[in-house]
């Protein structure tokens, strides 16, 4: 059998040879080469040197190589030993059984890279319970029979080189000087990958069962051992069959991974005996993400940077690194566009193992099943609205990060963050500065040191237009923390192919930049609405027929989603292991100054933060408004009973009590009064009762907030939150609807009754009317001189002169009084000639004023002539009760009539039932309403970060708060570091 040494075995045996050569580098060469062991060079530069070895020797080679040792290969001269005394047929039966087994099949490395393999079986194997169940997904007896049957059909086509080959390869070696040239040759060569092995033996001794080994895989180099086409053929055809061989194998390495899978979701799903459900511990990527979210909203200025690794996927607009990102997922989890911008906003994305394929935001509760086309819909649909939310007006893309967690069985465990494509044109819909906003965007998530950055770019574009490549090589000149993907590897082979370029792109030396991998994916075929599924079959389909992979272009282990999800996996958590405890250290150290800052700032108070801060002022408010029930009923309704009385005195007034006043007779005033009070009580006082009702409750509690101010334990950081609660309850707070209802019937059944059974009664009503007559005198008399200007005594002793405005209201109001004189029963309007009368007047004495000017000042001058005349006739009915008893026919010829008391009785009378309905009110239902309302405020500005912001502030607050922060990231970190030696 015929087979070339290259691939991973090739540099094993080139250090077998070195080794051999340097042994005899004094030894004087032979003139004739031995008769089993051969070397041939190759013809030409392009193809790899061949050795011609026995197939004996060759398994004696093998065996050398697996027990890394040379001294059963080499004699005491540094001869290869292959001994000739065995059959052809054992030599094959070794062979096939050695092919047959899965680790040799892995040497052989052809396209499954046996590595990665065999690193595969390895990891099945520490992830089950139990190993020996493993035996049961073993290929069957019957497989390996087939297997067998294989192998010697395709090595059955193989024949032995035609007659003569070795005389006209072999080189003929004369003398010492030849011998040192072909050790030269070999150590120019040796870099290159060359496979060839070095002997020589006895003198004219030649082998019959000496062949060329000719390997299953090409590195670059055409391999070949003969110039005739039939040759090619033949070893393309056994090339095919291996690759068959090495695909089914892997299938069934697949197969096993996913029967893992299965079972790893049955053992999560598995209940106890007791049938209590099993408490699912926190997994290790879920305990890191939460890390990251706190160190994402942590703001610190103690320059305390956030240099904690995720995997940063950053690409051209377009470029494929969302489909990259979803093939990870294994769902499609993201808005879909042609030729668009669809990420807006950073989204990251934590991956971790779960028996369920789900996803689910970190601020909602809702789980999305990924198995559901309805559920992706609509979770691409959260995703697409969360991201236009989060843009401002005017502006393209956000900072703001959109957190998601996705769980599945079999998912890479990592953290990722999708950022928005880089574009080189900012088209006319998009804001200003949005190229320059991405790019910073893109370079803040790069700079962390210890970030990955997953650079994707597109295979199927020229790599002239790439702009992702030159900030990655910026921001990592190195390469120690790039992983570069080649997207559409499909459409550049279909449409661009060229081998060569594509091949010096991923062995990094088309870019500027480097890496530490380089992976060729296929994300799709141009079809939207393809599933992961079947995106990975035509991926998988794309790999085994490409024309790239077979050319040499492509190596297995560069090749495919799965594979670089598990080598940026790999390197995710390597630099989680070596990068976290500097990480605590220096969240550590914070945590220290920030401490002995606060001792030294706040020595005698405790460290609360806005949080405790809120609570403790929500247990002050609450017991403030308990406070409310210490109020006696005495005191509530002298409170509602001064502000009834405050708001409804100027209405009584006008429109009541001086129209009334006006009537010719008693027996008119009382039907005016009985009119105007009963409008009054029907329409606009109980609605006036429920306003005065709920400003007195709020009043009380006010009163009580600021009393509490005065107290030695008053803490003033308290006082903006408690104004903002009092504020935001008022405008909550609605009186009961009824209230009014029964408030109108009490009142006006209340006014309507005009019996004043006794002498105290009547006592306090001519004393409730003398009150309000003189308040609202003084009030009068006041406005009056404040129109008129300073007198005579004040403008002496205070230095005060008056204007011409006063003087012109000084001559104004004589006229007017001089009219008021004359008739005592003026009406409270002044009639059009009397308006001209004074007008005259006053320009005799050379004043000009308006007629509005003369109505403004009677309106004063009359009210404090009609209060003076009803005081004067309230002190006439002091001692009235008599006469009101017999109806004033018995007052001795005198006009006493005392109508005007008892209109001031039934107004009081009102004043004092309302007071009391609604202080009942209030005890029984308003205040409990209240206290649930602030209650509610409350919990809203609880839930509020902002708001809270905004009303506990102060240095002593910012401090405590980043104290607490520090502290959290702090425990976290090491809750996670103990996790992660756990595991290890």
């Not at 059998?1 to 030894?27: N, T, W």
């Not at 789980?367 to 697409?384: C, H, Q, Y």
């Not at 956000?398 to 769980?407: D, F, H, L, P, Y």
């Not at 240095?955 to 970190?973: G, S």
Request: proline share 3%; aromatic share 8%.
């Amino acid at each position: 059998m015929s087979m070339l040494i290259c691939g991973r075995f090739g540099p094993h045996c080139e250090r077998y040879v070195q080794h051999a050569l340097r042994k005899h580098s004094l030894q004087q060469s032979r003139n004739i080469v031995s008769k089993s062991h051969v070397l041939l060079k190759a013809p030409s530069s392009s193809q790899s040197p061949i050795l011609l070895i026995s197939e004996r020797g060759f398994w004696r080679f093998y065996h050398a190589y697996k027990n890394r040792s040379s001294r059963h290969l080499l004699s005491s001269r540094g001869h290869l030993l292959v001994p000739s005394n065995r059959h052809n047929i054992v030599t094959w039966t070794r062979i096939t059984k050695a092919l047959i087994r899965p680790r040799n099949i892995i040497i052989t490395g052809l396209v499954g890279t046996g590595a990665v393999i065999s690193q595969k079986i390895e990891a099945v194997r520490q992830q089950l319970p139990d190993l020996e169940w493993m035996k049961e997904y073993m290929p069957e007896s019957e497989a390996v029979k087939n297997l067998m049957k294989s192998i010697q059909s395709a090595t059955s086509k193989l024949s032995l080189p035609e007659k003569g080959f070795i005389s006209s390869h072999l080189p003929k070696v004369k003398d010492a000087a030849v011998v040192e040239g072909i050790k030269s040759w070999w150590e120019e060569n040796a870099g290159k990958n060359s496979a060839a092995v070095l002997s020589e033996d006895q003198k004219g001794t030649t082998h019959k069962n000496t062949v060329p080994l000719l390997g299953f895989g090409r590195s670059g180099a055409t391999a070949t051992s003969s110039k005739k086409n039939p040759e090619k053929e033949r070893l393309e055809q056994v090339q095919d069959e291996m690759i068959q061989i090495q695909i089914r194998y892997q299938k069934e390495i697949d197969r096993l991974i996913k029967e893992n899978k299965d079972l790893r979701k049955s053992l999560m799903l598995k209940e106890p005996k007791s049938g209590r459900k099993r408490t699912m511990r926190k997994s290790l990527i879920d305990m890191y993400s939460d890390v990251l979210d706190e160190l994402e909203r942590y703001d610190s200025s103690y320059n305390t940077q956030d240099n904690l690794p995720r995997v940063v996927v950053v690409g051209d607009q377009s470029s494929g690194k969302t489909s990259v990102l979803e093939m990870i997922v294994q769902a499609r989890i993201f808005p879909r566009g042609s030729g668009e911008m669809m990420t807006r906003s950073p989204v990251k994305v934590t991956l971790s193992e779960g028996p369920y394929h789900i996803a689910s935001f970190k601020d909602s509760s809702r789980e999305f099943d990924l198995t559901k086309e309805s559920d992706l819909a609509a979770l691409r649909k959260e995703v697409e609205l969360r991201m236009k939310a989060s843009v401002g007006d005017g502006e393209t893309v956000s900072q703001e990060s959109i957190s998601m967690t996705v769980k599945g069985p079999g998912l890479q465990r990592m953290v990722l963050v999708d950022l928005p494509g880089i574009i080189s044109t900012e088209t006319s819909v998009m804001a200003p500065e949005t190229k320059n906003n991405i790019r910073k965007m893109v370079r803040g998530h790069m700079e962390n040191p210890n970030a990955i950055i997953l650079c994707i770019q597109d295979g199927a574009l020229d790599a002239e237009r790439s702009n992702v490549t030159d900030l990655v090589s910026q921001m990592d000149p190195t390469g120690k923390r790039t992983i570069f993907v080649l997207t559409k590897v499909d459409l550049a082979e279909s449409n661009l192919y060229n081998p060569d370029r594509i091949k010096s792109i991923l062995e990094g030396r088309l870019f500027p930049m480097k890496a530490l991998g380089y992976f060729a994916v296929v994300t799709g075929r141009g079809n939207q609405n393809d599933s992961i599924q079947e995106i990975k079959n035509y991926e998988e389909n794309f790999f085994r027929n490409s024309k790239l992979f077979k050319d040499g272009v492509l190596k297995p282990t560069q090749m495919g989603t799965q594979s670089m999800s598990m080598a940026v996996s790999e390197l995710f958590w390597k630099m989680v292991r070596e990068t976290v405890e500097q990480q605590a250290d220096a969240f550590k150290a914070t945590r220290f100054n920030l401490e002995t800052e606060w001792k030294n700032t706040f020595p005698r108070q405790r460290e609360l933060d806005r949080e405790e801060l809120f609570e403790k002022a929500k247990g002050d408010i609450l017991d403030e408004i308990i406070n409310l029930g210490q109020l006696t009923p005495k005191e509530w309704e002298e409170a509602f009973y001064n502000k009834l009385w405050e708001r409804a005195s100027s209405y009584f007034f006008e429109s009541i009590y001086l129209p009334a006043a006006q009537t010719e007779n008693s027996g008119i005033f009382n039907t005016t009064v009985d009119i105007k009070l009963k409008q009054w009580a029907d329409n606009m006082l109980p609605k006036k009762c429920v306003e005065v009702g709920w400003d007195t409750l709020h009043d009380e509690f006010i009163k009580i907030v600021e009393k509490d101010k005065k107290n030695k334990g008053h803490d003033e950081i308290f006082d903006q939150l408690k104004l903002a609660v009092i504020e935001a309850s008022k405008n909550k707070h609605q009186w009961d609807s009824k209230a009014e209802d029964s408030l109108r019937v009490i009142q006006v059944n209340t006014l309507e009754d005009r019996s004043v059974t006794d002498k105290q009664q009547w006592d306090a009503a001519v004393k409730f009317m003398e009150e309000t007559v003189k308040g609202r005198l003084h009030q009068t008399q006041d406005k009056l001189k404040e129109l008129t200007g300073p007198g005579k005594w004040e403008q002496w002793t205070h230095w005060k002169s008056k204007t011409q405005d006063h003087r012109n209201r000084g001559a104004t109001k004589g006229e007017l009084e001089k009219i008021l004189s004359a008739e005592k029963d003026h009406k409270s309007n002044l009639a059009t000639d009397e308006l001209t009368t004074v007008r005259r007047n006053l320009q005799t004495s050379g004043i000009e004023v308006t007629n509005d000017f003369i109505r403004e000042t009677w309106y004063h001058v009359y009210r404090q002539f009609f209060l003076t005349k009803a005081l004067g006739q309230c002190q006439e009915c002091r001692k009235g009760f008599y006469y009101y008893q017999k109806g004033f026919t018995d007052s001795g010829g005198s006009k006493l009539e005392c109508n005007d008391v008892v209109l001031f009785w039934r107004l009081q009378r009102m004043l004092q039932i309302t007071s009391n309905a609604l202080r009942q009110q209030v005890v029984n239902n308003e205040a409990r309403r209240l206290e649930r309302i602030i209650k509610e405020v409350l919990d809203e500005f609880g839930e509020d970060q902002d708001t809270l912001a905004k009303l506990l502030t102060g240095p002593r607050v910012q401090l405590a708060e980043e104290l607490k922060k520090v502290r959290q990231i702090q425990e976290k970190l090491e809750e996670f570091i103990q996790a992660l030696n756990k595991e290890k």
